[in-house]
Structure formats: structure tokens, C-alpha cells
């Protein structure tokens, strides 16, 4: 009898379990930007900054890819972030750039 009243609670314990990860890319991107592209690009609009802000950024070349996002790290300006952004990060870094815009 116990076990039939807790079993459904168990399987929405289980079910959400399955969903978090599901919700977490956007921020994971966004934690990936912080550290691996906020030293440069201001995340925030700012026409002013000498480096465009990845908001900028993000308005005028969005949507981007993972493939273009690595390419683009491969670039020379670009060597330490791309030292900071491992392969899984490039899905949601660019999930987060195409938020941006
Ligand atoms: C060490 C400083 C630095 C870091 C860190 C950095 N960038 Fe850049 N980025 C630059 C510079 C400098 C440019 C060239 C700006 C220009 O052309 O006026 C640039 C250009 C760009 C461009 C435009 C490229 C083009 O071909 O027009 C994009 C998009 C970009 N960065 C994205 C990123 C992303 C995403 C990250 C983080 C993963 C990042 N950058 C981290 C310095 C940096």
C-alpha cells in the first residue's frame, strides 16, 4: 500500500531529474561567455568599447554555429578564450550568443 502512494512522487522525483539538464545549456553558455570572452567583449550593448561587446556581436553575425564558433576561436585575437572553451562548450556558448541578439 506505502510503496503504491510513493511510487508516483518517486517517478516525478526521477522525471525531473531527466528535465534539469535540459534547462541548463543556456546558462552553462552563459558562464562559458563570462569567462572565456568577458575580458575582451563586454557582454552588454556598448557601441563605445574599443573591442565590440559580444551583444554587438552576436546582433550582427547571429546565428551562430558551433562549427563557425570554433573556427572563429581558432582565429589569433582569440587564443586564450579558446584555450578557456573546451569542445562540449561550444554548443551552448553559441546557444547563448544566439539569445543574444
Ligand atoms: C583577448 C581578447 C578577446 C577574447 C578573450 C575574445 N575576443 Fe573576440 N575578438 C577580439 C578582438 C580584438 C576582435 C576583433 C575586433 C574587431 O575586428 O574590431 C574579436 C572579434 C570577435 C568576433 C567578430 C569576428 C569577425 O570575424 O568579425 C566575434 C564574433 C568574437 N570576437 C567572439 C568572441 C567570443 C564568442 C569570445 C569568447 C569565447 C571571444 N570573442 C573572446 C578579442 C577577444
Given at each position: 500500500m506505502k510503496h503504491d502512494i510513493r511510487k508516483p512522487w518517486l517517478m516525478a522525483i526521477v522525471a525531473l531529474g531527466l528535465l534539469t539538464p535540459a534547462l541548463l545549456p543556456a546558462q552553462d553558455g552563459a558562464a562559458v561567455a563570462g569567462n572565456a570572452c568577458a575580458m575582451c567583449h563586454q557582454l552588454t550593448p556598448d557601441g563605445d568599447s574599443a573591442v565590440p561587446s559580444l551583444f554587438d556581436l552576436a546582433a550582427e553575425h547571429a546565428p551562430f554555429s558551433a562549427e563557425q564558433?570554433?573556427?572563429?576561436?581558432?582565429q589569433p585575437q582569440h587564443a586564450v578564450a579558446n584555450s578557456m572553451v573546451s569542445e562540449g562548450d561550444l554548443q551552448p556558448l553559441s546557444d547563448y550568443l544566439n539569445e543574444l541578439e
Amino acid at each position: 500500500m506505502k510503496h503504491d502512494i510513493r511510487k508516483p512522487w518517486l517517478m516525478a522525483i526521477v522525471a525531473l531529474g531527466l528535465l534539469t539538464p535540459a534547462l541548463l545549456p543556456a546558462q552553462d553558455g552563459a558562464a562559458v561567455a563570462g569567462n572565456a570572452c568577458a575580458m575582451c567583449h563586454q557582454l552588454t550593448p556598448d557601441g563605445d568599447s574599443a573591442v565590440p561587446s559580444l551583444f554587438d556581436l552576436a546582433a550582427e553575425h547571429a546565428p551562430f554555429s558551433a562549427e563557425q564558433l570554433q573556427s572563429l576561436l581558432q582565429q589569433p585575437q582569440h587564443a586564450v578564450a579558446n584555450s578557456m572553451v573546451s569542445e562540449g562548450d561550444l554548443q551552448p556558448l553559441s546557444d547563448y550568443l544566439n539569445e543574444l541578439e
